[in-house]
């Protein structure tokens, strides 16, 4: 039974299966949910504060409550929000880690709450990372009996790691296990070795609260944001109560809510496979999910689908609403294959009425917006190609800088070819002098994040110069909230989305493409996706708008689903090998990058493995044989 649920039946979208044994609710965005958790949050704290007792909040750091403490701020500040009644228990820390360290959950908590509240000092409790190896054991002991003597927690926040740890319990963590120190799985340190500047610099080591603990809290909010998300919380939520997942141990908790946004939902079979679960409103897009899925279910393409393959597999009431197999087959694949066109800017004087683009104007002048200095070529190289060959009038525009993913080698490579050129070059003697005695992941000066842009930009500058393209058509942003010198960024502002118009305006496109990832909602892409639609939202009444359509293409890391895809723009085998070389120009981001992720190969491979992936789902569901295909998805605004 949940017992306070602050309305999240009503806000969100509730509608639980049999499949799903946790509480859930999905939203837009996950700005809109976590105003209403906050919402919850702040509502706990006035009745505890009505009963004159204190409010025990167990609290999580990472990207995911990050909103929520905004919103907590914003209530104190705005509403008189107090939390002068409430006790706060960190779930974990680093070990060791110094709390004066800017990646410390310490630092976190401070930064994003406690600096920005009225919480009295003494109530705030995060597992110190500084206590000796010989008192750990005893550290932790005492921390649990402190939440305990305060009568347990009234309220547990949570986020969730790919790996299904909650604080940082790792898998095999014990249902009944308390506080204790831990070793962090590779695929968590890899998830922050970001935040570290490397792997290298992230601890093998934390102090977490236990499962137990957790379970004892009287109400427990996971969130779950973004993509990379999906997996895991279909697990949790799906699979059963597992060691290997200890977030599954949540399943036996009776007032747990998982608060999602719709990425992160994205593989919950009612979500996924809404057929299977429930009668359906068969839109045309989920006509397209539903037939695309059975295809690939029955490893059969759209033209041999029969009608059998439909009723078992819960799409009988598609097919009584669409006559037969033969038919609807027939439709979907023309719809696939209507999406496939060699001539991204429009094919002069075709008819166009089932082509992706118009024909008209023959010559179109198209921006493309790349978030890092290398997403355009890496992404969309084979379609930037084309849009020059063709002769459009193509612009790019790189967001940011990207400053902070080239290394200090690579960095201090290029100072001391500047300082071998100009012996009496103070600047590059400031920088080689940083570079050399830096210690820890100190923030780089001034001079060092300027010569890192300047690598990529000239590395850019290789890319679009081998496609053909004028270096007066390369413009380069450099959006401030990007400008902090360190991975976390600052939030969109009107400077930003000002930048963003200027350069609309300036160039009146016909086409904009544009990176539509919405794979963690606190990266780069996502703000510089944000600041698009904000400028999109700003410049939608002027005239030349109407004559502009925007296509989103997605990052290194993930692709469009084929139902979703409204231009796929193939490439022979030489444009294959073309796109290669561009992406070679970014000499920076090659062998073992800053910021790969979990996924080892390097952008070329992945990409290369991607668009070759997309062209084989397409030649799976009956479409012609193609090396590789880049996609789109129109967005409309
Ligand atoms: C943080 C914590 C972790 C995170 C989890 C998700 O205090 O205990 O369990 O909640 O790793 O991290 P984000 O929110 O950064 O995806």
Redesign the pocket.
């Known amino acids: 039974m949940i017992k306070e649920d602050i309305g999240f039946r009503e806000a969100g979208k509730f509608e639980e299966t049999r499949f799903e044994k946790i509480h859930n609710v999905i939203f837009e965005s996950s700005q809109e949910a976590s105003i209403l958790v906050a919402r919850e949050i702040a509502n706990l704290i006035q009745r505890k504060n009505e009963l004159n007792e204190p409010c025990v909040l167990g609290l ?6 990050i909103k929520v403490y905004e919103e907590l701020v914003r209530m104190h500040k705005e509403e008189g929000l107090s939390f002068a009644n409430v006790v706060t228990f ?3 820390e680093y070990y060791p880690m110094d709390k004066n360290d800017m990646q410390s ?1 310490y630092h976190f908590m401070h930064e994003h709450l406690f600096h920005h509240v009225d919480i009295p000092s003494e109530n705030i409790n995060i597992p110190d990372g500084q206590v000796s190896a010989e008192e750990l054991q005893q550290y932790c002991i005492d921390y649990e009996m402190k939440i305990i003597s305060y009568g347990g927690l009234d309220f547990q926040l ?4 790919r790996t299904g ?4 319990n790792e898998p095999g963590s014990h249902v009944n296990s308390g506080t204790r120190s831990i070793t962090l799985d590779h695929i ?1 340190r890899v ?1 922050a070795a970001s935040s570290f500047l490397g792997i290298d610099n992230v601890p093998r080591k934390a102090i ?1 609260m236990g499962i137990g603990t957790v379970r004892n809290a009287k109400r427990i909010v996971l ?1 779950g ?1 973004g993509i990379s ?1 999906a997996g895991i919380i279909k697990k949790t939520i799906e699979g059963k109560v597992s060691s290997q997942v200890p977030a599954t141990y949540l399943q036996e908790h009776d007032n747990t809510t998982f608060v999602l946004d719709t990425e992160a939902s994205s593989e919950l079979t009612r979500v996924k496979t809404p057929w299977l679960v429930k009668s359906c409103v068969w839109t045309d897009e989920l006509k397209l999910k539903a037939v695309a899925w059975l295809s690939e279910l029955t490893k059969k393409p759209f033209l041999k689908l029969t009608d059998k393959d439909y009723n078992d597999n819960g799409m009988s009431s598609l097919l009584t609403e669409e006559g037969t197999a033969y038919d609807l087959n027939i439709k979907m694949f023309n719809k696939m294959q209507q999406t496939i066109t060699g001539w991204p800017g429009g094919k002069p004087n075709a008819d166009d009425t089932y082509r992706p683009e118009r024909s008209m104007p023959e010559k179109k002048r198209v921006i493309i917006f790349s978030p890092h200095p290398d997403d355009d070529v890496i992404s969309m190289g084979g379609t930037f190609d084309r849009l020059i060959e063709q002769g459009h009038e193509v612009y790019v525009a790189y967001q940011t800088s990207g400053n902070i993913a080239v290394s200090n080698e690579e960095a201090l490579k290029f100072a001391e070819i500047s300082k071998a050129l100009n012996p009496d070059s103070k600047i590059s003697d400031g920088i080689i002098e940083f570079l050399q005695n830096r210690t820890g992941n100190e923030i780089d000066s001034l001079e060092v994040r300027k010569l890192k842009g300047l690598i990529r930009r000239s590395e850019s500058f290789g890319a679009t110069r081998y496609l053909g393209l004028p270096d007066s058509n390369v413009h380069f942003l450099d959006l401030p909230f990007y400008e902090t010198g360190t991975v976390k960024k600052n939030n969109l502002s009107d400077a930003d989305v000002d930048i963003m118009c200027d350069i609309i305006e300036g160039i009146k496109p016909h086409q904009i493409y544009a990176a539509g990832d919405l794979a963690d909602p606190h990266g780069t892409h996502k703000v510089c996706l944000d600041s698009l639609f904000e400028a999109l939202k700003r410049l939608k009444h002027k005239d030349f708008m109407d004559d502009c359509w925007v296509w989103l293409y997605r990052g290194a890391w993930h692709e469009w689903e084929s139902y979703q895809i409204d231009m796929a723009v193939p490439m022979s085998p030489d444009q294959v090998l073309k796109k290669r070389h561009a992406i070679f120009y970014h000499q920076s981001q090659k062998d073992g990058v800053m910021f790969q992720g979990d996924d080892s190969r390097e952008f070329w491979v992945r990409v290369e493995d991607r668009n070759r992936l997309t062209a084989e789902k397409y030649h799976n569901l009956g479409l012609a044989d193609y090396s590789a295909i880049e996609a789109f998805k129109r967005y409309h605004f």
């Open positions: 999580a750091t990472g990207s995911s409550p960190n779930l974990d959950y949570l986020g969730i790691g740890h909650i604080g940082f968590t998830d977490t969130l944001w998300k």
